[in-house]
């Protein structure tokens, strides 16, 4: 126990130590304190990014979701999480060049820049903090669950603890420190995920060895629909399609597209980020597979405890604490910079509708980063679902606001009361899914919402274009763009429904469909590549800019 403590503290010392040395005065201006002065390279972009979306999700909620699903969520992780990256591209590259020619610092500020209207900017930035406070909450749920199990600590004095911590660096220090942390997290999380992995493969003989022992067991985890059959070919679409909406949407992410120092910084993280994410969402996955051969009879909210618990049985103190740390960087990354994206935007787009003064400093964010750590202590005081359950929920949410953000950037006209219908009748909607007025038994709710958010938004700006006399149908000029269609062959056959059911031939334990995913990562990666070449490093690639495009006011 006492090794166990000691090499917890001396983790804890070294993120502090970062976090203190990357820090900002404390009077600092707020694009120097939320931005880092927009100064993050090709390599602090690509880790910030990274660590900042591979949460104590990626960790305990993936490793949870691997022991109830099987390999069946691994594609949904790996390659959707990873396809999600050309939005970098599509949007990315245009929010930080708008964020440096007008000095915005938080994504309500792009909004209201874009549609010129404070309404439409409060509700943006209410539904971020609304649907990313629960999202927050996820960090110290992981973190009791992984001290209790390693330590028998009480579950929300670890949820107390981590949080505690998380306050001291990011307070001091800023999107600086937050950023140096994120990278030291991001590398200690995907080391010692790669020796989690080895250590309980090893355990049962091998991977190779352990995975034959779980097919033998448990079949239906090494094939779709997965664990407990809910990976129908429907709820497979129905969640790459929420990545791809959701995650440019999570305002810790959106905001770094305001800080990288150049759109070269954005491209090269969007190339490295398929990679990373098949990489790292496999380990976890497969550890929640074999965590079958140790604890075959977790049920739901249990299985979310897996890493830890096997990792506790298996392991030395050293190394079960030193592994557990992989997972308490996870969640400290993502919620670091949960707490400054969310304080940056009740500083500047909340709170400054009631300030009467036009100065500002960074202080008032710094207090609104203490009112957010409680509020995520309070939900997590009793954790209502499993962390898969929650995510999934709170993701719709943001997802809703795409099409606003998508829209606002890349057509000629725009309107807000456009955005602002789609974004009500898109929460509307969801709300209806959530308490069950309306049930989608093929899909889950986000297609159904982002269906009516897209056409609501669509529907608004039509008729308004109408009644000005604007509106100018013709081929827009994506359909003819090449890139458009190769992704979009990417796509479609990442549905390979051919494959559902099987779980013969395998490769290395593995179902061979499990490399399909691997490749098609790879080949999405190549088309970025020539996309990039070709576009240019100025262009936004796959749509067509209010200057390319030829006169069209219906993109």
Not at 393 to 399: C, D, R, V
Request: hydrophobic fraction near 55%.
């Amino acid at each position: 126990m006492i090794t166990k403590i000691v090499v917890l503290c001396a983790y804890f010392l070294i993120v502090l130590a970062i976090g203190f040395i990357a820090r900002t005065r404390w009077k600092s201006t707020p694009e120097t304190y939320f931005l880092a002065d927009r100064g993050l390279g090709p390599l602090i972009l690509l880790g910030t990014m990274v660590a900042t979306n591979f949460s104590a999700f990626t960790v305990f909620g993936t490793s949870g979701a691997g022991y109830r699903d099987g390999y069946a969520f691994f594609p949904i992780m790996g390659f959707g999480t990873g396809f999600m990256a050309l939005t970098f591209w599509i949007i990315g590259r245009k929010v930080r060049q708008a964020g440096l020619e007008h000095g915005l610092v938080t994504p309500p500020e792009l909004v209201k820049q874009l549609y010129g209207n404070r309404f439409l900017s409060l509700l943006f930035a209410v539904v971020m903090i609304i649907f990313t406070i629960p999202y927050l909450a996820l960090q110290p749920m992981a973190a009791g669950y992984a001290l209790e199990a390693l330590l028998d600590l009480p579950y929300f004095y670890g949820c107390l603890l981590v949080t505690g911590i998380i306050l001291l660096y990011t307070l001091r220090g800023g999107l600086r420190a937050v950023a140096w942390t994120d990278l030291f997290q991001g590398s200690i999380m995907f080391a010692l995920l790669v020796a989690s992995l080895i250590m309980v493969a090893g355990y049962h003989g091998g991977f190779i060895e352990a995975n034959q022992k779980v097919l033998a067991s448990n079949p239906e985890l090494f094939s779709r629909p997965g664990g407990q059959g809910k990976y129908t070919l429907g709820i497979w679409f129905s969640f790459i399609v929420l990545w791809f909406f959701c995650d440019p949407m999570f305002p810790q992410l959106f905001q770094r597209f305001f800080s990288a120092r150049s759109g070269r910084s954005i491209s090269r993280t969007m190339l490295l980020y398929p990679l990373v994410c098949t990489v790292v969402f496999f380990m976890p996955i497969a550890v929640g597979v074999l965590g079958r051969l140790s604890f075959p009879d977790l049920v739901g909210k249990q299985a979310d405890r897996i890493l830890p618990m096997v990792l506790n049985l298996i392991a030395g103190d050293f190394m079960a604490a030193l592994v557990m740390a992989a997972g308490l960087a996870a969640l400290m990354s993502t919620m670091d910079s949960q707490l400054l994206t969310l304080s940056s935007i009740f500083t500047r787009d909340v709170a400054a509708l009631f300030r009467k003064s036009k100065t500002e400093s960074s202080v008032t964010g710094r207090i609104f980063v203490i009112l957010l750590s409680l509020a995520g202590l309070a939900l997590a005081y009793k954790p209502p679902a499993t962390i898969l359950q929650i995510a999934t929920q709170t993701f719709t949410g943001l997802a809703v606001l795409f099409p606003t953000v998508i829209f606002g950037l890349y057509f000629k006209r725009v309107y807000s009361s456009a955005a602002i219908l789609s974004i009500l009748c898109g929460e509307s909607a969801l709300i209806a899914f959530y308490f069950k007025w309306i049930v989608s038994p093929v899909f889950l709710p986000v297609i159904w919402v982002m269906l009516v958010t897209f056409a609501v938004y669509l529907i608004v700006h039509m008729v308004q274009l109408i009644k000005e006399g604007r509106l100018e149908l013709s081929t827009p000029q994506w359909a003819t763009n090449i890139y458009f269609w190769l992704f979009a062959a990417i796509f479609i056959l990442a549905m390979d429904y051919w494959a559902w059911g099987d779980v013969e031939p395998t490769i290395l334990g593995i179902p061979i469909w499990v490399g399909y995913f691997v490749i098609l990562s790879a080949l999405q990666t190549i088309v970025m590549i020539y996309l990039i070449r070709q576009e240019g490093e100025a262009s936004v690639g796959i749509f067509p800019t209010e200057q390319e495009a030829p006169g069209n006011t219906l993109q």
